[in-house]
């Protein structure tokens, strides 16, 4: 049972250092592998930028040579159109003598027009309302008549007569031997240009392998293209395997790239990871998608396992430096506040040892500075009641209440413990220049900015501790900083609305304003606190011994003003309930 006693009382002295290095490691760990995830990610954003412009420019080539295609398409059709032969030949009832005449004629035209289209190997096909039907390479593109007449392909052609589209279109062979030929056909009804009246419809059918020609130059493993209809059938595509199978995947990224600002999106596509980018080609009516697997083209861009390994290091390194500091640091801070609550025990003559780092050893040095004006205090306590008014609120001035301390301290360890390093270095510097300016500084009076900087101070502190619900917002004119006043003549307002004006309401704002006007000073502490109901206008005299910090309490501060300077002078109160509190001071502007 000894031991088991002994174990909790070592983690005890220790646990500040503890707690410290377990919220430190956390924070480390944390920073570390956020600081290393950001950086993959942005690498890839980066890199994927870079990637997709690039890939824009060759995708532009491509999109150039559908478009020169189109062209041609385009002129050719505009050419059938305004032929009169093949109208008649198409629209008209003939001998067969005059058929042979036009069939030649015809044939010429369409020799002429096919000319159009040297780089490419394809079919022209017209077919009339009379049933006649001209082919210019009947093997390239083998559709009967009659199949080609009852096809969606005639169909749709005929349900948008004015439309040149393209259609996706699967001959199915009647061979086992003979494989399955795929072909785009650019499709466009003959009509009269005058009476609108329909004669036939033309048909240009290219072989799924010269569309593929446009863009195999630039494919690759893992760097696929797509050639999308509205209803999601691939038309062509360097994986053949998957030319007229549907995709709503990809008429699902075709609708988010159309409502995003971004060249690309990373998704989902055959089970893998890909960067999809798409174009949309308004004279084919179709998606142009460059997929690129996204493990192909950056798997061994970003080096992971050396990232997790350079992370590792550094945190442990890390994890080191801050055994070593936090040790230190907590060490000293420990120790003077076992010291500091060991000094009660022996009637306050107990000084602590001043050593460790900067703060603790300031700390140390105010607290016993503390229990030296301690001990002139009691003493002075003593004679004081013997003496005037005068020499009594002289001596007032110089109390300061331990428990003020206490608390401030405890404060700083519970920060301490908590990791908030910067808010204890905040706090414990306050408090030093507090009780440097309250307890070193003997003069009864000081100048405004010095009263400024104890008020500043205790309010941090307070602030600390309680919480930053009570703001508190300072005005004082350029031309009063220089000018003495009574020390600590403003602090037991503040002290007050911190401590009573806000019972009832959850926040507040507490405004010092200072200003001369004429040959006097006039300070004003007003809050939008809880207010009172009757206002005593020769002041409360209250009971107590001690303010929460200081020992001058509201009556004390009007007695010291008119003692001091003549009964024309000292402090006025108004308040409204829930309204607030104003307090004003006014003495003589004298100079410095």
């Known amino acids: 049972m000894e031991e088991m006693r002994v174990i909790p009382n070592r983690f005890k002295h220790s646990g500040l250092f503890i707690n410290m290095f377990l919220i430190t490691v956390i924070i480390i760990i944390i920073v570390s592998v956020t600081i290393a995830w950001t950086t993959v990610r942005m690498a890839e954003k980066f890199f994927f930028g870079k990637f997709s412009i690039m890939n824009a420019t060759v995708m532009s080539q491509v999109i150039d040579s559908f478009e020169t295609f189109n062209y041609s398409i385009v002129q050719a059709s505009n050419s059938i159109l305004a032929s009169g032969t093949i109208k008649s030949v198409l629209s008209e009832k003939q001998t067969n003598k005059q058929k042979m005449s036009s069939f030649y004629n015809m044939g010429q035209q369409m020799k002429r027009i096919q000319s159009n289209f040297v780089p490419y190997d394809m079919d022209i096909v017209v077919m009339g309302i009379n049933g006649v039907s001209f082919s210019t390479y009947q093997n390239y593109w083998p559709i009967s008549d009659h199949v080609l007449e009852n096809s969606s392909l005639r169909k749709n052609t005929l349900d948008q007569p004015k439309k040149l589209m393209y259609q996706f279109n699967r001959l199915e062979s009647s061979s086992s031997t003979t494989k399955t030929k795929q072909y785009i056909v650019a499709t466009r009804a003959l009509m009269d240009r005058i009476t609108d009246k329909i004669y036939g419809s033309m048909y240009f059918a290219i072989s799924e392998k010269e569309i593929r020609k446009f863009y195999s130059s630039y494919t690759s493993p893992g760097n696929n293209v797509y050639l999308v209809d509205k209803s999601g059938y691939i038309a062509s595509s360097n994986q053949t395997k998957l030319i007229g199978n549907k995709s709503n995947d990809l008429l699902t990224y075709a609708a988010k790239l159309k409502n995003t600002p971004r060249e690309y999106i990373v998704g989902k596509f055959m089970g893998k990871d890909q960067i999809i980018l798409m174009n949309y080609l308004p004279s084919f009516d179709m998606y142009l998608f460059n997929i690129i697997d996204k493990q192909t083209a950056f798997g061994d861009l970003i080096d992971t396992r050396e990232i997790t390994l350079i992370t590792i290091g550094i945190v442990l390194l890390a994890l080191l430096i801050v055994f070593f500091a936090s040790r230190k640091l907590t060490n000293s801070l420990s120790n003077l506040v076992k010291q500091i609550s060991n000094v009660s025990k022996n009637n306050f003559d107990q000084y602590v040892a001043v050593t460790g780092t900067y703060e603790t050893m300031q700390i ?8 030296d004006e ?13 003496q005037q008014r005068h020499a009594e609120l002289a001596a007032l001035q110089q109390q300061i209440n331990p428990h003020f301390l206490y608390n401030t301290l405890a404060s ?13 270095e905040a706090i414990i510097n306050a408090l030093i220049s507090l009780l440097q300016n309250t307890i070193g500084n003997v003069n009864e009076t000081i100048t405004i900015e010095q009263e400024l900087e104890n008020l500043r101070n205790y309010v941090l502190i307070n602030q600390m501790r309680y919480g930053n619900r009570i703001k508190v917002h300072y005005f004082v004119g350029p031309d009063c900083m220089n000018l003495p006043i009574p020390k600590l003549i403003l602090q ?4 007050n609305s911190f401590f009573h004006g806000f019972n009832r309401k959850q926040e507040g704002t507490i405004n010092v304003l200072i200003w001369r006007e004429g040959d006097n000073l006039k300070c004003e502490v007003t809050d939008n606190g809880d207010g009172m109901n009757q206002i005593d206008m020769k002041l409360p005299k209250t009971k107590r011994k001690q303010q929460l910090f200081s020992g001058i309490g509201v009556r004390n501060v009007h007695e010291r003003i008119q003692l001091i300077y003549g ?3 000292g402090v006025t109160i108004t308040s409204e309930p829930d309204v607030g509190t104003k307090v004003l001071i006014i003495m003589p502007a004298q100079p410095s």
């Open 412 to 424: 700083i360890k519970f920060l301490v413990r908590q990791g908030g390093k910067e808010d204890s």
């Open 567 to 569: 009964e024309a002078y």
């Open 374 to 386: 301690l001990h002139e205090y009691v003493d002075q306590l003593i004679l004081s009641q013997k």
């Open 364 to 371: 140390g040095n105010a607290f016993n500075s503390m229990l």
């Open 492 to 495: 037991p307002f503040i002290e």
